[in-house]
């Protein structure tokens, strides 16, 4: 019997924020077959690490069966935090070559965990350029973003 080959998913992750920290937002799209996936949300008070590591983590939540995936990131942060620090960190207790903490290790580790239920290859796009799905989570995390905004206003 051969094997059902994994879906093939395509996304492009997204951050903002207002300040740094300040409030934030996160934006997802997803492309599988002819079918799309738009996802955003937002934190009062966040950082764009924060944000651009969340909409990593909400992307993968979002899958409800293994895929292969092409993730699309434009931070570098994101993109070498999972591809080449990760490893250290965990081998290293969560703590850095020179033995501080990791930042955002809650997301870091959440988002280890994730990575383990799909097969994904990692990539970085400049931001704010040409690329179109980069453009889109862009849209979406600002959106994510301007929601944080007015709730905070609406506080006020």
Do not use: F
Request: proline content about 2%.
């Amino acid at each position: 019997m051969t094997k059902k080959p994994h879906k093939k998913v395509t996304i492009y992750t997204d951050g903002a924020c207002s300040g740094n920290p300040g409030p934030g937002g996160w934006g997802v799209y997803m492309i599988y077959e002819q079918h799309e996936k738009r996802l955003y949300g937002s934190e009062a008070d966040t950082t764009n690490n924060r944000m651009e590591l969340t909409a990593a983590i909400e992307a993968l939540k979002a899958l409800n069966t293994r895929c292969d995936i092409d993730l699309y990131t434009d931070s570098v942060y994101v993109k070498d935090g999972i591809t080449a620090w990760i490893e250290n960190w965990i081998k290293n207790n969560w703590r850095t070559s020179n033995k501080n903490l990791v930042k955002n290790v809650d997301l870091w580790q959440d988002l280890h965990n994730l990575t383990a239920d799909h097969d994904i290859t990692w990539h970085w796009v400049k931001g704010h350029s040409t690329n179109i799905g980069n453009n889109i989570a862009d849209e979406l995390a600002v959106l994510g973003r301007d929601k944080a905004v007015e709730k905070i206003n609406c506080r006020s």
